[in-house]
C-alpha cells in the first residue's frame, strides 16, 4: 500500500479545524472548526474503508463497528480536553478519553487492559488531577468567563503548536500504513500448548481444597467455561510474571519511589506561605479555638 | 487469542493512537496550566496504549498488553508525583499558570 496523500490532506484540514477550534485572540470558530475536524476525520475513514477486506479483518464486523463509535468518542473527547478553558471539564472529558479507549480494547479482545485502564485511570488518577485542581483552584465565580485566568483562556502559541502536531501525525500515520506482515516468530504458544506445558493440573480440582483437606468449607469454585481455552486474563497475568519478571520488580520499586517522594513533597515547607493567604490561616485558627474550646 | 488481526485494521487502530498522541502533544504545547499540561501526558500515554494493543492483536502476542501494565504504571507514579509538584509550586505562587514560573528562561 503506497502512503496516498488523501491521509496528508485529511490531517491537514483536521489540524486547521484545531486551530480554529483553540481558544485564542483572534478567530474564534469554533462551529467551522468543528466542522472541519469531523469533516477530515469521516473523510479519512471513508477513504480507508474501501480497502477494509469485510469478513476477514480479525476481528467480527459486527465489532468493527464499534470502532468507529469508541474511536470517534475518544477524539471528539480529546479535543475537548485540549480546547476546553475550564481545567475541571477538561479532566472530566479525560474521562471519557479513558473510557472510549477501554471500549477500543474491549473490540481487541482486550478484557484486563480494558477495565485495568477504567479502574486505574478513570478511578485513581482522574480522582488524584480532579483532588488537585479543587485544592488549587483560584478564587472567583466559576459561571463568569472573565474570572477564568488568562492562561487557561488563551491558548500559548497556537499555530507553532498544531503546525508540530501536523508533522507529528503526518509521520506517525504514513508509518501506521505502511505495509506490514506479522511476525510469525512473534506469535505465542497457543492454548493448548499453554495447558499441556505449563498449566497441565489446570482443570483438576482446586489445589487449595487438597491443601486444606476434604472437609474444609472452602467457597464452591465454578467450573471452567472451556477448559481448553485460556482467558485474556490469563494470557496477560502469564506473560507479565514469566517473561517480564523483572520488569514487575521495577514497577514495584518505582511505585515505591513514588510513594516516598510524593510524601516528601508534600511535606516540604514553603517559605511566607501564612502571609500570602491571610484568609486561610484565620480559618485555620478559628477552627484551632474551637477545639481547645 | 483468535487469530491476527488484518493489516489494515492494525492501520485504523494505529489511526487511533496517532491521533490521540498528536492531539496530546499539541495540548501540551499550547495549554498553559500545569495540571492541564499532565493530563496531555496521560492522553499521549492513552495513544500509545491503543497503539500496543493493536499491535499485540496484530501479532498474536500479549506481551503488547503486558506493556500496557508497565505504563499504567508509570502513569500513577508520574500522577502522584506531578501533582505533589504542582501543589507545592501553587502553595508559592498561587497560580497554576506555567509562565509564572519563566523565571529560569537563560
Known sequence: MQTPIAIYIASFIGSVGLLLMMPKRWLNLHKLGALLGAAALGGLWLFLSWKLPWGKLGVSDGSFIYYYIFSAISIIASVR??????????????????????????????????FAVIIIYGGAILVTYMFVLMLASQAGD???????????RIAFEPVLAIAAGFLLLSVLLTLAFEPMAPNPAARAPSDEQIIETILSDRSA????????????????????????????????????FQSHPLGLELAGVILLLALIGAVVIAKTKVAGEDTVNPEARSVWDRANTWQDL | MTGPIDQITLAHFLLTGAVLFALGVVGFLTRRNLIIMFLCTEMMFQGVAVSLVGFSAFHVNVTGQTFVIFVLTIAAAEAALALGLVVLLFRRKRTLDAEAWAGMKG
Open chain 1, 81 to 114: 480536553v485540549i480546547t476546553n478553558t475550564r481545567p475541571v471539564y477538561a479532566a472530566l472529558w479525560f474521562v471519557m478519553v479513558v473510557l472510549a479507549s477501554a471500549g477500543l480494547f474491549l473490540v481487541l479482545g482486550a478484557e484486563f487492559i480494558a
Open chain 1, 142 to 152: 466559576p459561571q463568569d468567563p472573565r474570572d477564568i485566568p488568562v492562561a487557561d
Open chain 1, 205 to 240: 480440582p482446586v489445589v487449595a481444597r487438597t491443601l486444606a483437606g476434604d472437609d474444609a468449607d472452602l467457597p464452591a469454585v465454578p467450573p471452567l467455561a472451556d477448559p481448553r481455552k485460556l482467558s485474556n486474563t490469563e494470557r496477560v497475568g502469564l506473560d507479565l
